[in-house]
Structures are given as C-alpha cells and as structure tokens.
C-alpha cells in the first residue's frame, strides 16, 4: 500500500498538468521523469546498498552522453583523414604509458624508488602524448570548424550508444574505483566531486572529441521523427479522426515512443536491481554496508564487492546519461552542473527512500517534478506575494525575473525535511531478515 | 642581466602576485572548512554557498552605500559593507545550525549524514542567492584600482616590463594575513580558544574536563561564517561576483584543507598557498618569461604552457588525489586519515 499509493498521486499530479497545462508538457516530464529515475537507481546502487557516497553522478551521465556523440554521430571523413592517425598513435601512447607505469610499480620494491619511476614514467608519457596530440587535434578542429571541427562518431543506431554509454561510464567507475574506494566516506566524496568536474571540463575543452561549447547538435533518434510522422497515411487518417492539431499529435506521438522505450529500459534495470537485492548476493552488500568489519571477519572480499556495486552503479548513471542525451538530440557539455547533476538526483534517491529501488524510482518521478513544476508555482507564488510592491516596482521585477531560481530552495527544504522526519525515505527499504 | 630582471617581473606580474592573492582566497576559505572539520567532524560542502551568500550580502550594503553617496577612497566601498556582511551570515549559519545541524549533533549522526544534510543546506542557500540577487555577474570594486600599474612601474625601474599590484590584491593579502594572527592568537593565548582546540583533540575528554561543548561548536561556525563572508567578499572583489564560481572554487578549497590536513589551521594556510600556486604556475604560459632569458634561436614555438587554463581544477584535484594515496592524514596532522 505504501508502496502503490505514491505512484498513484504522482501519475494523478501528471493527469492534472496534462489536464491543466498541457499534454505534451506532461509527456516530457514523464520521460524526464523515467530517465531520472534510472539515474536514481544507479545512485541507490552505491548508496543505498553498499553505502558509498558517489558525488560524481554528473560525470558519469556525461560520460554516457559522449558515447552518444561518439557511436551514433555521423562520421567526418575529412578530419579523420588530417588528424585520425595521431589521436590513436597518442592513444596507443597513453595505454603503453600506463603499462609501464604499473610495470614499474611491480619492479621497484622500494617505497621512494616506487613513487619517483611512476613519476618519471607518467610525465613523460603525459608529454608525449600531448606531443603527439596537438598536432592532430589542431588539423581536426580546423575542419570545417562552424559545422564539424570533431571526429564525429560511427554512425551507428543510437541505442547501441546507450548500451556503449553505461560501459563507457562503467570503464571510467573501475579506474577511479581503483584509487578512490578505499578512502573515508567524506574523502570518496570530494575526490569523486572533483572527477566529474574534470570530465565535463574535457567534454568542454577538447573541441576534436565533443565539439565542447559549440555542442552536437542534430543526434539521430531511436524514435520517428516528426515531419516523417505527418506524411504517413495512418498518421493523416488518426488526426482527421481526433480533435487536436497535426502539429501536437506528432510531437505527442513520438513523445510517447520515447515514454516506452525509457519505460522498457527502466523496467528491465528495476527487475534486475530487485532480482539483485533479493538474492544471496544482495544480502551479502547489505551485510557489508551495516557492517564492514564483521562481514570482513566473516570472509567477504569488501574491497572488491565495493568497486563491483560502483562500477555497475556507475554504468547505469552512464546509460541514463546516453538516453538523456538522445532525447535531447544535443550534446550540450555546458550544460552539465553538479547541483542539477549530481545533487538533485541524490535528493531524488534520499527522498524516495534509500536502499528500496521502488523508492529511488518514485523519489526521482517526484523530485523531478516539483523541479519542472516549481516553476510556475514559485512565480504564481511570488506574483502573489509582492502585488503590493504594485507593477512598476523594480523590486518586485527583479524578484520575478529569478522566480524560477526558487526551485532550489524547493529541493533544499525538502531534502531537509525528510532527513529529519523520515530519515528512511518515503518508501523505506525492507526490512529482511 | 636586464633579460633576467625583465623576466622575473613578468613571473611576478602574471604568475606570483595573482597567485598570492588567490593563495590568500583559497586559505581563508580553508580555514573555514578546517575549523567546522575539526570540531563538528565533518565536510561542510555547504561552505561555498556560504561564501558566496557573504558576499552577497556585502554588494547589497556596498550599492546601499554608494547609494547614499558614502566611499572610502582609494579603498572599496566593499570593505565597509564587511561588518554588516559578517553579521547577517553569522546569523544564518547559527540559525542554520539551531535548526538543521544540532538534531544530528546530539543524535551523534554518522559523518556521511551530516554531508548530505550541507548539500541540503546548500541547496536552500544556493536558491535564495540566485533568487536575491540573480545568477548574472556582479561587478562591485571602486575606489583606485592600482597600487602600482605597469606604466608607472615601468618609468620607475627604466625596464621594459611592468609589474601592475591591484589594489584588491593588496587588500586580500593584508586581509589573510591579519584573519590569521588574529586566529592563531585567539586559538593559542584564549581560553576559549585553548578549549576549542581541546575538544577539536578529544571531544570526551574536553567534556568530561567541563568544556561546554554547545559553545565550543557556536564558536567554531561563528569563525568559519566570518572566514568564509572574508575570502567570498575578497574572491568577488579581486575577480567578479558569480553565484556560480563559488560552487567551483569548492574543489580547491577542500583540496587546500586536505593537503594541509583536514582540522588543522596551519595545514590549511599552506594548503591553499601551495594548491594556488600549483595551479598558477602549472598553468601559465612561459613564453614571454622565456623570451627573456633565451636566445632567439633557443626559443619554444608554442606558448611553453604546461596545462591549458581551462585544466586548472585538475591541478587541485591531482595534488589532492596524491595527497590522499600518500599521505591521506596531510601535510600537519597527527592524527592518522
């Protein structure tokens, strides 16, 4: 019951803004809402089962968000024949690189001896492969640099990137698992804040790779597109029939379509993560989360469990990222801000009740939500609130302009609120025995 | 001999005076987040926000008073909004800790909690900034703007580079220097200085000694709030005020803190002079400090740069991820990570 009776409210809330506001609006929230709810259930994953603190969600959904760009994006011929052949000789540069590092890491015993050669090794592989790099990078963005100026991907179909997306972000988990994920809660945090920062930096900086700021635009679709939709005789015969627009039919169409393929995909991940979490092995990471020093004593390999549960967490963060990519059709890596990123999905998890899947999923269909909906509620709110300050009040106006800004507070207070009255969340994990 | 003198004014001109200011920034900054570590024994991510709100503060009482037509000339105006600007955000952060924090303090929560509940703080403070002043640029520096600017340094030494000295880099500088003495002398010589560092030690045996803990800890939010309004006023002054830039300067904060050694006051001064100028000196292009010490012939073609400065939160990061794989306790702390 308590499970079942907050997804009613919310899917009422959305019938009302569909009723209210509009319908296409609702739909887009709705796909919001599902891709969010991936994201969710790949924080839960960390967090909730294994009690890891990942603050770097942003850097793994714009990791999936690459991927996108990288598998499905149309190739540029012109810049892989300039500068194709020096970004995968700095590649192979960078793997040997790191070979000799932990080569070298093997050989000298000695602690001092140890740190200096990976230093050695690491600088000067760090200068080769910038050697070998700038020239290539510099002929690629010089390419046609207002259209392309990047490699382009492979032209491949767009869910396979999402597919790639989760391994990409997955891959990035392993090695930054590797150093981190022995360190004290508050540390994890900040070094995994500081990681992500880092990769959006490159997604914004390296202009052969993502275009950076001038973002991807124009990202082919799982999904019909709309123009192709309104030429279609069973299309033309539907809208004759009902009593809206061509226009808002199609674009509620394909909205639709994106509703259940998101819904597929969330399907798929929820029935794995409960599968998971009712198993042998799910009671095993709860057993470490509560106590990582019994079930260390009673021979569990936490080290190990731990970087599984981030690595695959992770990888649902970065498939989440792909598909959020894909409905978008851009790659806009400026966009990528960690309270929006990283924090608003923690809220998203916290609310909905850490460690219950189910939970994560409604907390992010809610959160995200209030997020859309604050919007229009904090205006009217404000509106309200200095209509005696009169019309011509540069006050008032000012205030107005940054209504939307309120939604912040919105999340804060919430999160606030649950913390201190349902630490557990709104549907609470299951107590198993 | 003129190449090298050259040479070494344009360093100190691009890389050192900058990066001593910034320095100046990250270790105020630092020392706030050191501070509420050691006694309350946790990372406050909300500490940006709270910089960022001081400084806030501080634009509305600056424009209040250019309003009325009141300036200290050559100083900024800012300077005198600073009192004000303290007040209110002590007043926020005690309140914030009467409502938010002191039910997980008695609960004796785990850190992690206390983490997520700043990032809730954060949230709510990060709003009402956008909300009160708007997420654009906020340029609020008057009074004389150089202490020295290249043209007259160069008719004064006859050489052909200039050395310019801001005036806000000046006053960051005087600012850090005097918030430290006035620390250190208040942590070393007071009473209630020496039990805060008791309790900071050992929180039971503070205790037990008859420290009153509750005070202890208003005390430490109290510095951290002052510090914080301090660095965010002198970081908006030196560059310009942007909510958004306080979420980012986050990281080299947390990694000056922690390279110094998280709690301690001294490790975090050092930390944020060592992170500043890492960045800086990693960052900054070499050319024209080459050009004058190189023959032609010797010259590099490109622009001698180490990193590019969109990389320099990298820099921070990598000092902080060595510091934590080697020495996780930092650089002055003596208790173990």
Redesign the interface.
């Known amino acids: 019951m308590r499970t079942v009776l907050p997804f009613v409210i919310f899917f009422l809330l959305l019938v009302l803004v569909g009723v209210l506001q509009s319908w296409s609006l609702a739909f887009s929230i709705m796909n919001l809402c599902l891709v969010s709810a991936v994201m969710a259930l790949g924080v839960n994953m960390q967090w909730g089962y294994a009690?890891l603190?990942n603050f770097g969600v942003m850097g793994f959904s714009a990791l999936g968000g690459l991927a996108v760009v990288l598998v499905s994006a149309p190739p540029v011929p012109e810049a892989w024949a300039v500068g194709g052949p020096g970004v995968l000789f700095a590649v192979l540069i960078a793997i040997a690189t790191a070979a000799l590092a932990i080569a070298a890491r093997r050989i000298f015993a000695e602690r001092v001896a140890r740190?200096v050669a990976t230093g050695v090794v690491v600088a000067v592989g760090i200068w080769a492969v910038a050697d070998v790099l700038?020239p290539a990078t510099d002929a690629i963005e010089a390419v046609d640099p207002s259209f392309t100026g990047f490699l382009g991907g492979l032209g491949l179909p767009v869910v396979l990137a999402w597919i790639v997306g989760g391994l990409l972000a997955a891959g990035a988990a392993f090695l930054i698992g590797k150093?981190?994920l022995g360190?004290?809660?508050?540390?994890l945090?900040?070094?995994t804040?500081?990681?992500s920062?880092?990769i959006v930096?490159?997604m914004?900086?390296e202009d052969w790779l993502s275009r950076g700021v001038k973002n991807v635009v124009g990202l082919p679709r799982p999904v019909p597109y709309e123009v192709g939709l309104r030429e279609a005789d069973w299309f033309q015969s539907l809208a004759a029939t009902l009593p809206i627009g061509a226009v808002e039919l199609s674009s509620l169409i394909v909205k639709g379509c994106y509703v259940g393929l998101f819904t597929l995909f969330l399907a798929v991940i929820l029935w794995l993560a409960e599968r998971a979490l009712a198993s042998p092995w799910g009671r095993m990471m709860r057993a470490v989360r509560d106590n990582e020093t019994a079930a260390e004593a009673m021979g569990k390999d936490v080290k190990r469990l731990h970087l599984l549960v981030f690595v695959i967490g992770s990888g649902v963060i970065g498939l989440a990222g792909a598909m959020l990519v894909t409905l978008d059709g851009q790659f806009t890596p400026g966009t990528y801000?960690?309270?929006r990123f990283t924090?608003l999905i923690?809220?998203m998890v916290?609310v909905g009740g850490s460690g219950n899947n189910w939970g994560a999923t409604l907390g992010a269909f809610l959160i995200w939500f209030a997020w859309v909906e604050a919007e229009p509620i904090g205006g009217m709110v404000i509106d309200v609130a200095t209509s005696w300050l009169g019309d011509a009040s540069p006050v008032r106006q000012?205030?107005m302009?940054?209504?939307a800004?309120?939604?912040?507070?919105?999340?804060?207070?919430v999160?606030?609120l649950v913390?201190?009255f349902a630490?557990r969340g709104i549907i609470p994990e299951t107590d198993r025995t | 001999m003129d190449g090298l003198l050259n040479a070494l004014v344009v360093l100190a001109n691009f890389a050192l005076v900058p990066g001593i200011a910034y320095g100046s920034q990250l270790a105020l900054g630092a020392l706030g987040v050191t501070l509420v570590f050691g006694v309350l024994r946790?990372?406050n991510?909300a500490h940006g926000e709270t910089m960022s709100f001081g400084a806030m503060i501080a634009i509305f009482v600056t424009w209040i008073l250019q309003a009325n037509g009141v300036s200290i000339d050559p100083l900024p105006t800012a300077l005198l909004a600073l009192p004000v600007a303290i007040l209110v955000t002590v007043g926020v952060v005690l309140l914030t800790d009467r409502f938010?924090y002191r039910?997980y303090r008695h609960k004796r929560s785990d850190?992690?909690?206390f983490?997520?509940?700043s990032?809730?703080?954060?949230?709510?403070?990060?709003?009402?900034i956008?909300?009160?002043i708007?997420?654009n640029d906020q340029i609020f520096t008057d009074g004389e703007r150089f202490l020295i600017s290249a043209r007259d340094f160069r008719d004064l030494t006859g050489l052909r580079e200039g050395l310019a000295i801001k005036t806000t880099q000046v006053i960051t500088v005087v600012a850090a220097v005097v918030c430290c003495v006035l620390l250190f002398l208040f942590l070393t010589r007071t009473r209630t200085g020496k039990s805060m560092r008791a309790y900071a030690d050992n929180e039971d045996l503070a205790t037990l000694s008859g420290i009153d803990a509750g005070r202890v800890v208003l005390i430490a939010w109290t510095l951290s709030a002052t510090l914080a309004v301090i660095a965010g006023t002198l970081y908006g002054l030196d560059k310009s005020y942007k909510p958004?830039v306080f979420?980012?300067i986050?990281?080299p904060i947390?990694?000056a803190a922690?390279v110094g050694g998280l709690g301690s006051p001294v490790g975090a001064i050092v930390g944020g002079y060592l992170i500043a100028f890492a960045e800086v000196l990693l960052t900054y292009a070499y050319k024209r400090f080459l050009g004058h010490m190189l023959p032609d012939a010797w010259m590099p073609d490109?622009l001698a740069q180490l990193l590019?400065t969109?990389?320099k939160?990298?820099v921070?990061?990598v000092i902080?991820?060595i510091t934590?794989?080697?020495r996780?306790a930092g650089i002055f702390n003596r208790r173990s990570?």
């Open positions: 009690g603190v740190i700038e150093i981190a360190l004290r809660a508050d540390y945090a900040i070094a804040l500081g990681v920062e880092i930096a490159v914004m900086n801000q960690p309270l924090f923690w809220v916290i000012h205030l302009s940054n209504a800004q309120m939604r912040h507070v919105v999340m804060g207070v999160l606030l913390l201190r630490p | 946790f990372s991510f938010v039910f850190q992690v909690i983490i997520i509940v990032i809730g703080v954060m949230f709510v403070m990060a709003g009402l956008r909300f009160l708007g997420p958004f979420q980012e986050l990281l947390f990694a922690i490109g590019g969109e990389y939160f990298a921070a990061f902080l991820v934590l794989l080697i996780p990570g």
